[in-house]
């Protein structure tokens, strides 16, 4: 963990841990990397800053959404490595249902339920708009997005 003041002038960028709505995932990302001590800088008088940081980047980063509106993107480059989203996992009527994003963009939707083990194609990533990937058909909503590294 690396302490700091500085995430804390994010307020005034409407940026802060946890409230990331309208953001692209790798702002979003960034916000929740972080977390409030109870800790005051002795230079600036603010609240210090948990930052996490990675020894090792690993192979997958999972994120759990809870309802916040993230403008996703099919890549993000995170230190010297590249992720690339492959998944979307969504919750409702106490089922699973899910999204597979493929390495060339392809967007396909299963509910083992209806289909069993296949996936039926959707249509190209870049044709969804935010709020269509908020949710899967019967309103279940987004709780997990998946990004592994390239």
Known sequence: MIISCTP???????????????????QWM????RQITGIMCSSC???LMNQ????????????????VNVQWTLQIDLEQYQYRLCGFIYYGNNHFTSRIVTSEGEVWFNDAIQHGRAYHYEKPFNQFAARDLSTAPQSRKLIIAIYMRI
């Open 45 to 47: 008088d603010t609240p």
């Open 8 to 26: 804390y002038r994010w307020r005034k960028q409407g940026l802060m841990p946890g409230t990331a709505s309208n953001k692209t995932s790798v």
């Open 52 to 67: 996490i940081a990675f020894k090792t980047m690993p192979l997958f980063f999972r994120f759990k959404v809870d309802g």
């Open 30 to 33: 960034r916000a929740n990397m």
